[in-house]
């Protein structure tokens, strides 16, 4: 067996939570290691390079709020980046803070045990080597273990097998080849309408019509970049204070303000108040956009599906085939219950002539052949499937890296019956380690960079507190994990992402066999961030230091 490496902290992961962890608890004077499994920084960034993949925050609220010099000096292309925008970002954090010779590349952490005796973290690589550490800190990311279903007869397709979220750096040569793509979540969605344009024949099998809206496309302009530069300390506090950790801030020099016809047409705040006339019209003029715009249809049933409705005219309009209009609209859950996925040409692109919809909810997929995909109504000759099946989101990663904590309690076991974690942090049985953007965390429903930079910040401090006390290890009381997890519960009750219709990555409903449950915090970055702040605070209330 290789020699031991010691480390004073052991990151896994190196997207951007594990490099800014990597960054700032090297600032503390700690000695650091990152182990990723990839061949290089990025993270989600790094591994879903399909065709069309782009990010749905803007880029000037999705970047690191760490270093003002970083703030100054990139420039964005795009207000929503494209995924290689994003990931030349990473690797200039990467270069210009000198991360990777703290990260070891090609390493996939297989198990991380709690050493009783030295209370210390053993790290054990796909490669054998052992890494001991007295911190872990799990910067697994939220997206990162792809959901492949098992079809039968999987195994006897020949022709080339892809996941959108491990996409090859390779390019992949997709001319005048029958493609098919399973599955219209937010990967599929971007994915599709660049398929289209690439592949000789494209055939989409949707098991789940998905809401989708057209993205922003629009180019950066310098002045407003150069506007944010201006103003990014006072964008970043505004982002602390948002339920969303995005700060919403409007360039107001550098845009012209517009004109008084469209602040008419701007919608009042309940879709209920409108007549179907107005409704109508609204959306005429602005695009199904609008319709996200209403509080009311996330708060009440009914507003809802007045909304739905709308929107799926709206599908009915933009789609040629009222047929394959139909079929793309969805019926069995409503707006607001899945993450919002926006679009490039989505509808469109099933006008088409190489663009066939196969409904695989009604004439499910049997099974795969040498050829291609068998439902339980025709067979479809491919010689390229892509799966854009999705994530074992938010708690997948962290049970993947077989976890054992205190007295041989797997963390498998722990969260046999969903993720039982306080603030999304820390876990009873697990001392000294900690996860970044848990399930418990506003994670996923906030800015990834802002909630990242949060916890990270949040961790180094308590390390920092911890040896400041000369203490050696701090876990949470059981008994605030079962309140927060009930916290968690309680406010996700009564929203539109967990009525009983909806099934969601973010109640593990992707998954066959995952516990039932609402992972994010919904309650708010903001109130969620003064929360651990004052737990902080109070000398880490809820928790066992020792
Ligand atoms: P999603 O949103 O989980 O979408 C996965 C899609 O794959 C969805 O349409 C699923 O249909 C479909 N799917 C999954 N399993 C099957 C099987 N067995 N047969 C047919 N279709 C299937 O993942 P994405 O990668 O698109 O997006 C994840 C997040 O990444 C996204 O929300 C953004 O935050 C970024 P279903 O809906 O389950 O019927």
């Not at 997207?15 to 650091?32: E, I, K, P, Q, S």
């Not at 994915?191 to 998905?210: C, D, K, M, Y």
């Not at 139909?326 to 190489?354: A, I």
Request: charged residues 20%; glycine residues 8%.
């Amino acid at each position: 067996m290789s020699e031991v490496k010691k480390v004073d902290i052991a990151i896994v992961g190196a997207g951007f939570a594990g490099m800014y962890a990597t960054h700032r608890f090297r600032a503390l004077g700690l000695n650091v290691v990152a182990l990723e499994a990839g061949t290089d920084v990025g993270g989600t960034w790094y591994w879903n390079r399909y065709p069309g993949a782009r990010c749905d925050v803007p880029s000037l609220e999705y970047s690191f709020g760490f270093s003002p010099e970083l703030e100054k000096e990139w420039d964005w292309p795009e207000v929503f980046s494209a995924q290689p925008d994003i990931l030349r970002y990473a690797n200039h954090v990467a270069d210009r803070f000198d991360l990777r010779r703290d990260i070891r590349f090609n390493t996939r952490v297989v198990a991380v045990d709690y050493q009783q005796a030295d209370k210390r973290w053993r790290l054990t690589t796909d490669a054998g080597e052992v890494v001991e550490a007295r911190f872990c800190v799990m910067a697994t990311g939220c997206l990162s273990v792809p959901n492949k279903p098992e079809f039968p007869g999987a195994d006897d397709f020949a022709g080339t097998v892809l996941h959108t979220g491990l996409w090859p750096k390779e390019p992949v040569d997709l001319s005048n080849k029958r493609v098919g793509v399973i599955g219209t979540g937010s990967s599929g969605v971007q994915a599709i309408p660049e398929l289209a344009r690439l592949a000789g024949h494209l055939t989409v099998f949707q098991r789940s019509p998905v809401y989708t809206v057209p993205a922003n496309r629009k180019r950066m302009r310098a002045a407003v970049q150069e506007e944010f530069r201006e103003n990014y300390t006072e964008i970043r506090q505004m982002q602390q204070n948002n339920a969303g950790g995005v700060s919403g801030f409007r360039p107001v020099k550098s845009v012209a303000v517009r004109s008084p016809t469209v602040l008419a047409d701007r919608a009042p705040n309940d879709i209920l108040r409108l007549t179907p006339e107005q409704r109508a019209k609204l959306v005429e003029r602005q695009g199904l956009n609008v319709l996200l715009g209403f509080r009311d249809v996330y708060t009440d049933v009914a507003a809802n599906e007045v909304a739905n409705e709308v929107f799926r005219d709206g599908i009915r309009s933009l789609v040629k085939d009222p047929q394959v209009a139909e079929v793309l609209c969805p019926v069995d859950y409503g707006l607001g219950c899945k993450r919002q996925v926006l679009d490039r040409d989505y509808y469109d692109t099933f006008n088409r002539d190489n663009v066939t919809l196969v409904d695989v909810k009604a004439a499910p997929i049997e099974s795969l052949t040498a050829t291609g995909v068998q439902t339980t109504d025709a067979h479809y000759n491919l010689d390229v499937l892509i799966y854009a099946t999705g994530f074992d989101a938010m708690t997948g990663a962290l049970l993947k890296a077989n976890i054992t904590g205190r007295d041989g309690l797997a963390l498998k076991t722990k969260w046999e019956h969903g993720p039982l974690a306080y603030l999304g942090l820390q876990m009873h049985g697990f001392p000294n380690l900690f996860t970044v953007t848990g399930p418990g965390s506003p994670s996923v429903l906030c800015n990834m960079l802002v909630a990242i930079e949060q916890h990270v910040n949040w961790i180094a401090d308590c390390v920092g507190y911890l040896d400041a006390n000369s203490l050696s290890t701090i876990e949470p009381l059981p008994a605030s994990e079962l309140d927060w997890v009930g916290h968690v519960n309680e406010v996700a009750q009564g929203t539109m992402y967990t009525t009983p219709s909806c099934n969601s990555w973010y109640l593990g409903a992707n998954i066959p066999g995952k516990p039932r449950i609402f992972m994010p915090y919904v309650g708010g970055y903001a109130k969620y961030r003064v929360r651990c702040e004052q737990i902080a605070a109070k000398d880490y209330e809820g928790f066992q230091l020792g």
